[in-house]
C-alpha cells in the first residue's frame, strides 16, 4: 500500500477520535460554563445571586438591607392560636415571672367558622397532601405505605419504612386541634412539616376534617340529639360464631 494512503488512513483515524474524546471530557470534568441549552423556556435569566456584587448601589451589595422603620404588615404573626395553635394563659404571680403558660389551643381560632364549606376544603386539601400516607379513612394506610411495606418485605434496595400513624388512635384521638395544626406544620418524627406547601387557613380546614373523621370512626349515642335516635336506620350485623368450649384435657394441660 502506498505510504501517502496509509499516511492519510492514520490521520483520519486520530481526528475520528476526537469527538469521542470530546464527549469523554464534557462528561467527566466540571465546567462554570453553561450547557448547551436549545430551548430555554426563562431557564437562563440575568439575574444577581445571594453575596454578588452589583455595581448599580452605592455599597455594590446585592442583597439589600431592610429600610429601618419599616413594618411587614400582615406578616407579623401575633395571633398565635391562628398561626401556632398555641395559647397564653394568664400571667403567674411574682416577680420572676415573664408571662403566661402557653398551651395547646383545644378551640379554633375566630378566623375559622365550622361549616361544609370548611369540611369540604378539608377534605379536599386531605386527599391531596395527608391521604397518601395515612389513607382514605386516617388508618395509616394509604397507596404510599402499601408500597412501602411491599418493597420492605421484598427488601429492596435496603427499604427502611416507619408506617404513618392511624388518625384513630386513642393518644392522637385526644389530641386537641391546636396540637395537630402544629403537627401539620412542623412535622414530627419521620412526618415533615408542610407549612410552605399548605397556608395556615388550610391547616386549620384539614384539622377540623381529621376531627369528624375520628369522630365518624367513635361516634356515640349521646353524640346524636335525642328526637333522632329513634331514626336512626339499625345495621344488623352477621351472627358470630360460637366459641367452642376447652376440653378438661386442654384446660388442665
Given at each position: 500500500m502506498p505510504k501517502p494512503v496509509i499516511y492519510i488512513a492514520m490521520v483520519l483515524s486520530i481526528l475520528a477520535m476526537i469527538p469521542p474524546a470530546l464527549i469523554a471530557r464534557t462528561r467527566a470534568v466540571q465546567s462554570e460554563k453553561r450547557r448547551i441549552h436549545l430551548i430555554q423556556d426563562m431557564d437562563n435569566q440575568y439575574k444577581?445571586?445571594?453575596?454578588?456584587?452589583?455595581?448599580?448601589?452605592?455599597?455594590?451589595?446585592?442583597?439589600?438591607?431592610?429600610?429601618?422603620?419599616?413594618?411587614?404588615?400582615?406578616?407579623?404573626?401575633?395571633?398565635?392560636?391562628?398561626?401556632?395553635?398555641?395559647?397564653?394563659?394568664?400571667?403567674s404571680s411574682g416577680a420572676a415571672a415573664t408571662g403566661g403558660n402557653v398551651s395547646w389551643a383545644t378551640t379554633?381560632?375566630?378566623?375559622?367558622?365550622?361549616?361544609?364549606?370548611?369540611?369540604?376544603?378539608?377534605?379536599?386539601?386531605?386527599?391531596?397532601?395527608?391521604?397518601?400516607?395515612?389513607?382514605?379513612?386516617?388508618?395509616?394506610?394509604?397507596?404510599?405505605?402499601?408500597?412501602?411495606?411491599?418493597?420492605?418485605?421484598?427488601?429492596t434496595n435496603?427499604?427502611?419504612?416507619?408506617?404513618p400513624k392511624s388518625l384513630h388512635e386513642a393518644a392522637i384521638r385526644d389530641q386537641p386541634v391546636g396540637q395537630i395544626f402544629n403537627t401539620i406544620t412542623r412535622g414530627i418524627r419521620t412526618m415533615p412539616s408542610y407549612e410552605s406547601q399548605i397556608p395556615v387557613a388550610d391547616r386549620w380546614a384539614i384539622v377540623a376534617y381529621v376531627k369528624a373523621l375520628q369522630r365518624s370512626q367513635h361516634a356515640r349515642d349521646e353524640d346524636v340529639p335525642a328526637s333522632m335516635r329513634g331514626s336512626l336506620p339499625v345495621i344488623p350485623l352477621p351472627p358470630q360464631p360460637e366459641e367452642k368450649p376447652k376440653s378438661t384435657t386442654e384446660t388442665s394441660g
Amino acid at each position: 500500500m502506498p505510504k501517502p494512503v496509509i499516511y492519510i488512513a492514520m490521520v483520519l483515524s486520530i481526528l475520528a477520535m476526537i469527538p469521542p474524546a470530546l464527549i469523554a471530557r464534557t462528561r467527566a470534568v466540571q465546567s462554570e460554563k453553561r450547557r448547551i441549552h436549545l430551548i430555554q423556556d426563562m431557564d437562563n435569566q440575568y439575574k444577581f445571586r445571594a453575596q454578588q456584587v452589583n455595581p448599580m448601589f452605592a455599597d455594590e451589595r446585592a442583597m439589600r438591607p431592610p429600610v429601618p422603620g419599616t413594618v411587614a404588615r400582615g406578616e407579623l404573626n401575633l395571633d398565635e392560636h391562628y398561626t401556632r395553635g398555641v395559647v397564653t394563659g394568664p400571667r403567674s404571680s411574682g416577680a420572676a415571672a415573664t408571662g403566661g403558660n402557653v398551651s395547646w389551643a383545644t378551640t379554633f381560632p375566630n378566623q375559622v367558622q365550622l361549616n361544609m364549606d370548611l369540611m369540604r376544603r378539608g377534605q379536599d386539601r386531605f386527599t391531596i397532601y395527608c391521604r397518601p400516607c395515612h389513607g382514605d379513612s386516617g388508618h395509616g394506610d394509604g397507596i404510599v405505605n402499601k408500597r412501602a411495606m411491599e418493597l420492605l418485605t421484598t427488601g429492596t434496595n435496603g427499604t427502611q419504612w416507619v408506617q404513618p400513624k392511624s388518625l384513630h388512635e386513642a393518644a392522637i384521638r385526644d389530641q386537641p386541634v391546636g396540637q395537630i395544626f402544629n403537627t401539620i406544620t412542623r412535622g414530627i418524627r419521620t412526618m415533615p412539616s408542610y407549612e410552605s406547601q399548605i397556608p395556615v387557613a388550610d391547616r386549620w380546614a384539614i384539622v377540623a376534617y381529621v376531627k369528624a373523621l375520628q369522630r365518624s370512626q367513635h361516634a356515640r349515642d349521646e353524640d346524636v340529639p335525642a328526637s333522632m335516635r329513634g331514626s336512626l336506620p339499625v345495621i344488623p350485623l352477621p351472627p358470630q360464631p360460637e366459641e367452642k368450649p376447652k376440653s378438661t384435657t386442654e384446660t388442665s394441660g
